[in-house]
């Protein structure tokens, strides 16, 4: 297909999407009569460029809270999610064992190690990949499993038994929300795995922008109970800070 008519049917995705809200990776396949491995391309392309949510299956319209968006906010993202890797790599000693989740805040923080003889396990290729290329030469572990096309990285029993095997010093998680009475929360539904991830580690640290305090999704990933520290940006209320200390949860404000 031409790239004219690639970008026609991303443009039509958006249309319809609009008018129906959600839209499975099934039906636009057959709707195009492409296969299913270019509708999740183009998906991909469409969220990557703010137009619209991938979840399982499919893809759904953008929720109007998170259409709220300052400007400059990729800017701004980017020097938050800097300075939120930079806080946490502080936190890692030399020859720590830690597991860093697939995202890309935690991408941010990949970038950011430096430390001497440390083991890092992942579920996530591209992380692996970056990994392999700092020059401090961690140990590098795989989860292995099923892989998730929605969240880029790899899920299911497979990668949890793996988990299950060894015991961290450190899990480093992102979040797509932090819902201030439940924990931090997402759309996927896959959240079998981040919850094995927690279970495993001696200390479990959300790494989340401003941004995403207060949204409340559909599913609760980890429990304020499983949750030692949040670190986040220097843009967060006093009071937002005082209710996520409430939880018995650290709050590190990142400059």
């Not at 970008?7 to 299913?36: C, G, H, K, P, W």
Request: net charge negative; proline share 1%; with cysteine.
């Amino acid at each position: 297909m031409s790239k004219r008519n690639t970008q026609q049917r991303r443009q039509l995705i958006v249309s319809i999407l609009m008018e129906q809200n959600e839209l499975s990776v099934d039906y636009l396949a057959q709707f195009f009569e492409t296969s299913e491995v270019t509708i999740r391309k183009d998906l991909r392309i469409l969220e990557e460029g703010g137009f619209l949510l991938r979840r399982y299956g499919g893809a759904m319209k953008i929720p109007s809270e998170m259409m709220e968006e300052e400007e400059n906010n990729d800017e701004q993202l980017s020097k938050q999610k800097l300075a939120i890797a930079k806080a946490a790599r502080d936190m890692i000693a030399d020859h720590n064992r830690i597991i860093i989740d697939s995202g890309c805040t935690t991408g941010a923080l990949v970038k950011a190690l430096n430390q001497k003889g440390l083991v890092i396990m992942t579920n996530s290729l591209s992380l692996a990949n970056e990994l392999t290329t700092l020059e401090c030469e961690p140990t590098v572990l795989m989860t292995g499993g099923t892989w998730d096309a929605h969240s880029e990285s790899f899920q299911g029993k497979v990668a949890e038994n793996t988990l299950r095997s060894y015991d961290f010093d450190q899990l480093f998680i992102g979040a797509d929300g932090l819902d201030l009475e439940r924990g931090t929360t997402t759309f996927n539904e896959l959240v079998g795995l981040s919850q094995i991830m927690a279970e495993v580690s001696r200390e479990v640290i959300v790494l989340i922008e401003s941004q995403k305090i207060g949204r409340k999704m559909p599913n609760v990933e980890l429990d304020w109970s499983a949750i030692d520290k949040v670190i986040t940006d220097s843009q967060l209320s006093y009071e937002t800070k005082v209710l996520i200390e409430q939880n018995g949860v650290e709050v590190i404000m990142a400059k």
